[in-house]
């Protein structure tokens, strides 16, 4: 079974992608900080990552995943940015709240297409 962090100082947002992708083995990070913590522990296969959070945001996040695990796929949601927005900042994948579950969950099994 598939590893997948969540990454979302939002508890009520954790516990929505929690279920809906409840077919995963699903781990959760308040912020990039504790992310990083659970990644040393545990390697996941997908990292999803809200933007705006305390101690360390999504951005820095991703800059440490990108230095130390170049080809962990990344997801990152945010309800800050416009379109297209997202992509170049380096994510594998980008997502604007509100989002669908379903799509959350199309672009969850498309990166883990990818590290197949």
């Known amino acids: ?3 997948i962090l969540i990454v979302d100082d939002d508890k009520l947002v954790r516990e929505m992608f929690v279920r809906a992708l409840q077919e995963f ?3 959760e990070a308040v912020d990039g900080e504790n992310a990083l913590e659970i990644i040393r522990g545990n390697m996941p296969d997908v ?9 360390m945001n999504g951005v820095d996040l991703l800059k440490r995943l990108r230095t130390s695990y170049p080809n962990l796929p990344v997801i990152g949601i945010s309800g800050y940015l416009t379109d297209g927005r997202g992509e170049a900042l380096g994510f594998d994948s980008f ?10 969950k199309e672009h969850v099994t498309v990166q883990l297409t990818k590290t197949a």
Do not use: R
């Open 1 to 3: 079974m598939k590893n």
């Open 25 to 27: 083995n699903v781990s």
């Open 47 to 55: 990292v999803i990552t809200d933007l705006k959070m305390p101690k």
């Open 95 to 104: 997502l604007n709240k509100p989002l669908s579950l379903k799509v959350l």
